[in-house]
């Protein structure tokens, strides 16, 4: 029986991904790769259930590359996913891990990407290969995919392929590579269709099984920022001014050297700020949660670990300026605030291809996360101004005034054609040049990328009542194929919104979709490519019927298929 490794070094990992977790803030293993990697490095099959967000990508990818042979540029490994966002973020990371590894090649492969771009990546050879069932099935057609060579191959989210109707295609796929390949299968559930792939596929594996933390935070409002134009550094500083109820903040990022960086950027900003991470001594972070505790400073900027049994009742929000590496990290960091049944809040920057991620952190808390309004230039100015005259007010009240007023009645009496009023809007004028008042002293609030974000969640909300068109595809009630089935494969391969996916009518050897009539050739093409039930699509569109105004083809009106559901 294998001990628990405490570090990624207790691991067996090569200097090379050392030094990469080091570069990405990676402190120590989470249970899933304290639990996968040494069994996968020993070259042994696996079995493992884990939920979204607990680190398994880690615990898959980190073994392939340290068993990569950088000389041969073909593919060694093989990691199919249920989606292309899925694929995405793997072949993301993957890329990361690698980032001491030159001349590493990863190619991700997923339906709604050009097929010739896709062509060109496989022709200059790559060492790991990501991709959704359905392309890697026409690339090992097409033989532009050759695993003969293959060492590893990873199912990962196996019950996901499973709900979307993949899993013919998985196991097609399993009967077209190299019999001595390890094989690793990674599902949050074991249902029986993915229990007997696993025991048709699997050699004598090892089990692994990873209890994901859940948790319940009604204490704490959960929102997230899609990243979108604006610089980070520059969204944060507009959602510190704005927020209401903000005391005291504790900003998460990746690593050690990030916590400083942002900690001096924010300091140069008029924020008292500071950072807090593991390279400093016990006296210097106990003194900056001592300065947090008394109001000397109002944020800190730290890593995960750093922050560890961090207890300060002020803190009442949480911003996760960077998404932590799973989601038991994400409901530790959030636990900093909205303690002692106090309100928290918590803000997620989330960047486009870390949506998977949001998910999988709203499963794991059990609550949905709200998408934030990024504060205008307006909204910022009227803050300012609010505060300034609340200021002006206080030391109104507070403080003895009686050498500036003979200041200003000087200034007055010297300057007959000058009233005070005049004279207080310069004060306010030189106090203020640091910290513009008016919203045209602000850098611009919503550039051109987030005006085409916001276009793009408009089109994104539409659904199939708008103009529309419908197209035959080639699959139907013989086939054994579902409108799930179709849903999954055009929304989770194509990215198409789900609401943007109208009626869909099963006839016996072919089915009819509603689609936006607007779609671009590149979509249409790409869907034209997308399997379902092993099956092309050939996505063809369909006339309709002259001065009816009804969806249904004219083609359709010679079938004898009968309709079985609708959607």
Not at 25 to 39: D, N
Not at 41 to 49: I, N, Q
């Amino acid at each position: 029986m294998m001990s628990t490794p405490s570090s990624f070094t207790d691991l067996g990992l090569s200097p090379e991904l050392l030094a990469a977790l080091s570069d990405l803030g990676y402190e120590t293993p989470s249970p899933i790769q304290s639990a996968c990697i040494p069994h996968l490095l020993a070259g042994c099959d696996l079995l493992g259930m884990a939920q979204t967000g607990t680190g398994k990508t880690a615990a898959f990818a980190l073994p392939i590359l340290q068993q990569i042979n950088i000389k041969k540029r073909m593919p060694q490994a093989l990691i199919l996913a249920p989606t292309r966002e899925l694929a995405i973020q793997v072949a993301e990371a993957c890329q990361s891990y690698a980032r001491h590894m030159p001349g590493f090649h990863v190619a991700p492969i997923y339906g709604g990407q050009s097929m010739g771009l896709q062509l060109k990546q496989l022709g200059r050879g790559v060492h790991v290969v990501i991709g959704t069932p359905g392309r890697v099935m026409d690339h090992i057609e097409r033989k532009s995919l050759d695993l003969s060579h293959l060492k590893t191959l990873v199912l990962d989210e196996a019950d996901e392929m499973l709900r979307m109707g993949f899993i013919d295609d998985v196991e097609w796929i399993l009967q077209h590579v190299p019999a001595t390949r390890q094989t690793a299968l990674f599902s949050a559930t074991m249902p029986d269709p993915i229990r007997r792939v696993a025991q048709k596929y699997l050699r004598d594996p090892e089990e692994v099984k990873i209890k994901s933390t859940t948790a319940t935070v009604t204490s704490i409002r959960q929102r997230y920022w899609k990243v979108s134009g604006l610089h980070k550094l520059d969204a944060l500083t507009r959602i510190l001014e704005v927020e209401d109820d903000l005391d005291a903040a504790i900003i998460f990022v990746r690593t050690k050297t990030a916590t400083v960086e942002r900690a001096e950027k924010l300091e140069a900003r008029g924020y008292g700020a500071a950072a807090l991470n593991g390279d400093m001594n016990q006296v210097l972070r106990e003194r900056t949660i001592d300065q947090l505790k008394n109001g000397s400073i109002d944020i800190v900027v730290a890593t995960d670990v750093a922050a560890r049994g961090l207890d300060v009742p002020r803190i009442s929000h949480v911003i996760n300026y960077d998404i932590p590496n799973d989601t038991e990290a994400y409901i530790h960091r959030i636990g900093r605030t909205g303690r002692a049944g106090r309100q928290g809040s918590a803000i997620l920057f989330v960047a486009p291809r870390e949506l998977y991620s949001l998910r999988a952190i709203e499963r794991a808390t059990r609550q949905p996360i709200e998408p934030l309004v990024l504060p205008s230039k307006q909204a910022v100015a009227d803050r300012r101004v609010a505060q300034f005259k609340e200021q002006i007010m206080q030391v109104i009240e507070s403080e003895e005034l009686d050498f500036f007023i003979e200041v200003v009645n000087e200034l007055e009496e010297e300057s007959t054609e000058t009233d005070v009023r005049e004279i207080a809007a310069a004060l306010a004028f030189l106090v203020q040049q640091e910290r513009p008042l008016r919203a045209d002293g602000l850098s611009d609030a919503l550039p051109r990328d987030a005006d085409t974000s916001r276009s793009r969640d408009r089109n994104d909300s539409r659904d199939h009542r708008g103009p529309s068109q419908s197209y035959r595809i080639d699959v139907g009630r013989v086939h054994g194929v579902s409108p799930g089935d179709i849903v999954g494969a055009f929304a989770n391969e194509a990215g198409l919104s789900n609401r943007a996916i109208g009626r869909i009518t099963l006839f016996d050897d072919y089915s009819t979709v509603e689609l936006p009539s607007d779609l671009s050739k590149e979509t249409l093409n790409a869907l034209s490519f997308l399997r379902v039930r092993q099956r092309p699509l050939k996505l063809t569109p369909v006339v309709r019927r002259a001065r009816q105004g009804k969806n249904e083809a004219a083609a359709t009106k010679k079938s004898s298929g009968r309709k079985k559901s609708e959607r």
